[in-house]
């Protein structure tokens, strides 16, 4: 008796981790953190950071087409679509787009992408590109010539846009800087007058121009974080509830909500 009920457990359990998520699986699931390693690793194998210069800049799912989904839909017990990546990546200034192949661990297609237009800035390179500003002589003699203090200074890196303009080799970004000293609503207290502009395959700036003063706001009234602010406060909202006795009119499986 005991033996049968470890027997139909065991049934149960096969039935669980095995049978159910494959029946949940679908063809447009995002991609997993597991899929996205495997994706750095084939490319980084195809461009090795020794010799290559090697950013990416987008990794999303490369959806398979509407009809492969239907046949799909039709009959979930039939072999699931390859699983394939579409990537951006900068590599050695150059902008290509790869399509990896994670059901054969390989480079599917690859072409360099010529047109208007820049993928996605990095977390990385914006980070490099604003720390520039503290270190270049001109923009340091600039903050020095409005009596502002070098360390409370913060900068940003943004796009510069296209306005029908010839297109244009480098990759370029502005940087604007904004001024702290009292306050982290930095926003509110720009340093205007001074242009910046960041070559970011170069990483360094390489125009600047600082055409006039303009004061910066003072920061009073700027703080926004509820442990720094002081009365009189307006009163607090009334009580709201929301009740659902009979619960959501959805449901969640996977990555579907029906």
């Given at each position: 008796m005991v033996a049968t009920s470890k027997t139909i457990l065991f049934a149960l359990l096969l039935h669980i981790f095995f049978l159910i998520p494959s029946h949940q699986y679908h063809p447009l699931d995002s991609l997993t953190p597991s899929e996205f390693t495997q994706i750095r690793s084939i490319v980084t194998k195809a461009y090795p950071k020794s010799t290559h210069n090697l950013t990416f800049q987008y990794v999303g799912l490369e959806e398979p087409t509407k009809q492969t989904v239907l046949s799909w839909l039709r009959n979930e017990t039939t072999t699931n679509p390859?699983?394939?990546?579409?990537?951006?990546?900068?590599?050695?200034?150059?902008?290509?787009?790869?399509?990896?192949?994670?059901?054969?661990?390989?480079?599917?297609?690859?072409?360099?992408?010529?047109?208007?237009?820049?993928?996605?800035?990095?977390?990385?390179?914006?980070?490099?590109?604003?720390?520039?500003?503290?270190?270049?002589?001109?923009?340091?003699?600039?903050?020095s010539k409005r009596g502002l203090k070098l360390e409370e200074v913060v900068c940003g890196s943004f796009t510069v846009g296209w306005f029908g303009e010839e297109r244009k080799n480098k990759r370029i970004v502005k940087m604007m800087c904004y001024y702290l000293d009292g306050t982290l609503n930095a926003d509110m207290r720009p340093i205007e007058g001074i242009t910046m502009t960041v070559d970011l395959d170069e990483m360094k700036?390489?125009?600047?121009?600082?055409?006039?003063?303009?004061?910066?706001?003072?920061?009073?009234?700027?703080?926004?974080?509820?442990?720094?602010?002081?009365?009189?406060?307006?009163?607090?909202?009334?009580?709201?509830?929301?009740?659902?006795?009979?619960?959501?009119?959805?449901?969640?499986?996977?990555?579907?909500i029906r």
């Open positions: 390859p699983r394939q990546a579409f990537v951006v990546a900068r590599i050695d200034h150059q902008t290509h787009e790869i399509i990896v192949d994670l059901s054969l661990q390989e480079i599917k297609s690859k072409q360099t992408y010529n047109g208007y237009g820049y993928p996605l800035l990095t977390e990385e390179e914006q980070e490099d590109a604003n720390k520039l500003a503290s270190t270049y002589p001109l923009f340091v003699a600039s903050i700036i390489i125009q600047f121009r600082d055409r006039i003063i303009v004061p910066v706001p003072k920061s009073d009234g700027t703080e926004y974080r509820e442990s720094k602010l002081k009365p009189p406060f307006r009163r607090s909202l009334k009580r709201t509830t929301v009740v659902q006795p009979d619960g959501p009119s959805f449901n969640i499986v996977g990555s579907q």
